[in-house]
């Protein structure tokens, strides 16, 4: 009897436990694509963080015990790295979207949004309060006021103001909590990422085969979260620096369509395994030469050849030589690593880009850790994946 109670009560743990951890879920599937952004910025920041921990105080600062040294550490690799990467960013975004609505005929698109809201300043006001001043309104008498919003044009503009007001304060209301979300997020992962992962295999991990899959995860998402994706940003934010800077030395003639797209689409092609970003730059560096061609002028030939070196030195061969040797995944197939990049966004959106490397690092670890362990009861490490 007091068997059965105990596995009663035990039993009604676990659904209790499994409803939290649904709920949890729930909550953290809302914010999916700033968890997966918090995630990739944790390890593109870590580096720096574990650099600037193992680096020794001053003289005049180790007598001192510092309660808070991690927290500020944390603050300062914030400060120095994450909040200009993501102003660059940002700023790359702002370049690259204007030139892809150009590449797509609609380069118009701003405008007409322009217009639209100054015709909605304007002309669009209803015909009742058109005309009216603000020392008007104030020396009417309450009835009037009140007659004239009664008016069905006045209402309906009255209405759409005020949805329009409450849709831009729920806007940024909305940006502001996704970006807080997203740098206290990788602020806790920082300063307390490590002691909560040793908490739980501390607390449930007795075999020790998890800690092993956790620790594989972390190291090969360190490689290619840190590694291939931040190089392709850097990457592309170069490509746009240069392509533009040469736009602004060059004839017209034989000038980058589209410079900074090309150079965010280089940034993307230093993903492609083997050929990398050549797959952008070359056919890009035969359409300025048949510009050339038809511009019937042999001198502008020179910069077709500036670009192409450009484009080969700065953009390709130097962030490859010095960034490249530090971020390179070491067990993930750099095959299956290209179709997680191509497959993530266009299943997952936006963030798929970072989802798609994660769920490909988690299903080929567990391949490897877990899989020969349920199997053997023991654990054992096959060979990697890069190995095929």
Known sequence: ?????????RSLFVLSGLGLLAGVVFVLIQFRATLIFAIFLYYASRPIYRKLESRSMPSYLSRYNLPYRRQVLAVTTIAIFLLPFLLLFTYTLVLVIPAAQQF??????????????????????????????????????????VGLLNQSGVQTWVEQTLGTLFNSIGFFADVGIQAFLLLAGTYYLLTDGPRLARWLFDSFDRSGIVESYATAVDKELSSILFGNI????????????VFSTYNSISPAAVQVPFAPLVGALTGAGSLIPVVGMKIVYIPVGAILAVGAVASGQSTVFG???????????????IPDF??????????????LLMFAYILGPIVFGTYGIFLGPILLVLSAQFLRTIVPYLI????????TLSDY
Do not use: C, K, W
């Not at 217009?115 to 006001?125: D, I």
């Not at 050849?305 to 061969?317: H, K, Q, R, S, Y």
């Not at 010095?322 to 095959?335: A, K």
């Open 376 to 383: 053997t009861g023991e654990p054992h490490q096959q060979s």
């Open 104 to 145: 797509i005929g609609r380069n118009n698109l701003g405008s007409r949004y322009l217009s639209a809201v100054q015709s909605a300043g304007s002309s669009g006001l209803p015909e009742p309060i058109s005309g009216l001043q603000i020392s008007d309104l104030l020396a009417m008498d309450p009835e009037e006021i």
């Open 303 to 317: 910069y077709v050849v500036l670009f192409l070196i450009l484009a080969f030195v700065v953009v390709d061969t």
């Open 230 to 241: 931040l190089n392709a940003f850097i990457t592309g934010i170069i490509g746009i620096i």
């Open 322 to 335: 010095l960034i490249r040797p530090y971020v390179s995944g070491n067990q993930t197939h750099i095959g």
């Open 1 to 9: 009897m007091v068997r059965n109670a105990g596995l009663r009560q």
